[in-house]
């Protein structure tokens, strides 16, 4: 690592605006320390100006070498969405730098995000104290639909976007043994989706993998910034994104509690959040009129069929939260169909 810091040097200080540099020539590369991270994700270094407390950029390095594409895709797509989204992308997001090759190892520096986790600056609050909860939440569905919004383009005809989810609903067919009521509940679902994709006109950048840690604010400000894109990708569905945040939040809820069958304890959280705070959030988000966001039970059972199949799919391997993710669309098929 001590020859990637030296290259990572060297590159920063060699970016140039005209004949200014952008960034000091004595950028000092700091690797943080993440060794209880899973194996797919990525090693991450700060750079820091001299003399200064915060960081300036940030570099990201995969653990695994043939994961680099996920760099290459969150590169690509921040690139995307501040040629999108103009001024505005500043408020929101990391501002692409570079993606680079030194040798073997693929790296993508960013901009720094001042700011704190919700995961941190909220430890004691979210999803627990359910006031504090509700006007978060209400403002991250606020920020969400800025972005959807400011990405939505007109979707060009025969997409085959549309037909993204019809083959993640094979391969969970394909993956897990369902039983005649799960298989109905699927076929279901995709023809629900179906009808509304066929209906709608836009198409958005969704981030993919929207949950609370993936959210920063700074301190004495309203905004809040959206990190770690390595997952979006274009879609005429904003499900993902909107219903994952929520789910994501039982699921954190019930892990502290130590649940064993998490599952049911995550329906239950969430059917315990149906009469307040997933209205109130909802209601943030609003209706769109150009691109999809399927109802409740819908939407939530098309997350659990991302979630299920994604390590499988894009890893090749099984991981633990997947037959969780599994049985929770299991669960949500008793829900009614008239959210």
């Given at each position: 690592?001590?020859?990637?810091?030296?290259?990572?040097?060297?590159?920063?200080?060699?970016?140039?605006?005209?004949?200014?540099?952008?960034?000091?020539?004595?950028?000092?590369?700091?690797?943080?320390?993440?060794?209880?991270?899973?194996?797919?994700?990525?090693?991450?270094?700060?750079?820091?100006?001299?003399?200064?407390?915060?960081?300036?950029?940030?570099?990201?390095?995969?653990?695994?070498?043939?994961?680099?594409?996920?760099?290459?895709?969150?590169?690509?797509?921040?690139?995307?969405?501040?040629?999108?989204?103009?001024?505005?992308?500043?408020?929101?997001?990391?501002?692409?730098?570079a993606f680079k090759q030194f040798g073997n190892q693929s790296?993508?520096?960013?901009?720094?995000?001042?700011?704190?986790?919700?995961?941190?600056?909220?430890?004691?609050?979210?999803?627990?104290?359910?006031?504090?909860?509700?006007?978060?939440?209400?403002?991250?569905?606020?920020?969400?639909?800025?972005?959807?919004?400011?990405?939505?383009?007109?979707?060009?005809?025969?997409?085959?976007?549309?037909?993204?989810?019809?083959?993640?609903?094979?391969?969970?067919?394909?993956?897990?043994?369902?039983?005649?009521?799960?298989?109905?509940?699927?076929?279901?679902?995709?023809?629900?989706?179906?009808?509304?994709?066929?209906?709608?006109?836009?198409?958005?950048?969704?981030?993919?993998?929207f949950w609370h840690g993936n959210l920063i604010q700074e301190?004495?400000?309203?905004?809040?910034?959206?990190?770690?894109?390595?997952?979006?990708?274009?879609?005429?569905?904003?499900?993902?994104?909107?219903?994952?945040?929520?789910?994501?939040?039982?699921?954190?809820?019930?892990?502290?509690?130590?649940?064993?069958?998490?599952?049911?304890?995550?329906?239950?959280?969430?059917?315990?959040?149906?009469s307040d705070l997933i209205p109130a959030y909802l209601n943030?988000?609003?209706?769109?009129?150009?691109?999809?966001?399927?109802?409740?039970?819908?939407?939530?059972?098309?997350?659990?069929?991302?979630?299920?199949?994604?390590?499988?799919?894009?890893?090749?391997?099984?991981?633990?939260?997947?037959?969780?993710?599994?049985?929770?669309?299991?669960?949500?098929?008793?829900?009614?169909?008239?959210?």
């Amino acid at each position: 690592m001590t020859a990637l810091i030296h290259d990572l040097s060297t590159f920063t200080a060699s970016l140039r605006e005209g004949n200014k540099s952008i960034y000091p020539a004595s950028t000092r590369w700091v690797m943080v320390a993440n060794g209880d991270a899973d194996l797919n994700d990525n090693v991450i270094f700060f750079g820091f100006e001299q003399k200064k407390l915060d960081p300036i950029l940030v570099a990201k390095a995969p653990r695994v070498p043939q994961n680099d594409w996920m760099l290459k895709i969150e590169y690509d797509r921040l690139t995307e969405l501040w040629k999108l989204l103009g001024q505005t992308a500043e408020s929101y997001l990391p501002k692409p730098v570079a993606f680079k090759q030194f040798g073997n190892q693929s790296v993508l520096i960013l901009s720094y995000l001042h700011g704190e986790s919700l995961t941190r600056i909220s430890r004691g609050t979210l999803w627990k104290d359910m006031s504090y909860t509700s006007a978060l939440a209400v403002k991250v569905a606020h920020s969400l639909r800025v972005l959807d919004d400011g990405t939505a383009r007109r979707l060009e005809v025969d997409d085959p976007i549309l037909r993204d989810f019809a083959s993640k609903a094979k391969r969970f067919q394909e993956l897990f043994a369902l039983s005649e009521k799960e298989s109905q509940g699927l076929a279901e679902l995709l023809d629900f989706a179906n009808r509304r994709y066929a209906a709608a006109t836009h198409k958005v950048l969704i981030q993919g993998d929207f949950w609370h840690g993936n959210l920063i604010q700074e301190p004495n400000h309203d905004e809040l910034k959206f990190v770690d894109w390595q997952f979006a990708r274009w879609s005429v569905d904003v499900s993902l994104d909107v219903y994952f945040f929520i789910m994501t939040g039982a699921f954190t809820v019930v892990r502290r509690q130590g649940e064993e069958n998490l599952a049911k304890a995550v329906a239950a959280q969430l059917s315990a959040w149906r009469s307040d705070l997933i209205p109130a959030y909802l209601n943030a988000y609003g209706h769109p009129e150009n691109f999809v966001l399927l109802p409740l039970r819908y939407g939530m059972l098309s997350c659990c069929v991302e979630k299920a199949i994604r390590s499988e799919v894009e890893f090749g391997y099984k991981h633990p939260d997947d037959l969780m993710w599994r049985n929770l669309f299991t669960e949500l098929l008793d829900w009614s169909r008239d959210d």
